[in-house]
């Protein structure tokens, strides 16, 4: 009795293949597990990146909790204080107050052009 088996219908626009031809066995696929891994760890630590970028904003900040906790000391307010750094340029001639820092400016390291005259013959 002759072997039968199933056989797949030709898709349109295709050619058969030759009589004597067999089909091509399947190849194997790459398993995609360890790469779906990879990604899962990828994004896991992305989202921790990102959660650990947005926690301080979002948790209370360590004075507000010592300030909650201890309301028993009265504190009185500390003095703030703005210090002003001001940029001053002296002109030729001028001298800086007394006890004011002095700082010199750099001067440019100097440039060497060299200039190359070349005859260019055919001219």
Do not use: C, W, Y
């Amino acid at each position: 009795m002759p072997e039968t088996r199933a056989v797949r219908p030709i898709p349109p626009g295709a050619t058969p293949a030759p009589a004597g031809h067999q089909p091509r066995p399947q190849r194997a696929k790459p398993d995609p597990t360890p790469m779906r891994i990879v990604f899962g760890m990828a994004g896991l630590a992305s989202a921790t990146a990102l959660l650990t970028a947005m926690l301080p904003s979002v948790a209370p900040s360590q004075v507000a909790v010592v300030a909650a906790v201890d309301t028993t000391t009265a504190a009185a307010p500390e003095p703030s204080v703005l210090h002003v750094t001001r940029v001053v340029t002296l002109d030729p001639g001028q001298t800086a107050p007394p006890n004011a820092p002095v700082v010199v400016k750099p001067q440019p390291t100097p440039h060497v052009r060299v200039k190359v005259v070349t005859k260019q013959s055919g001219g």
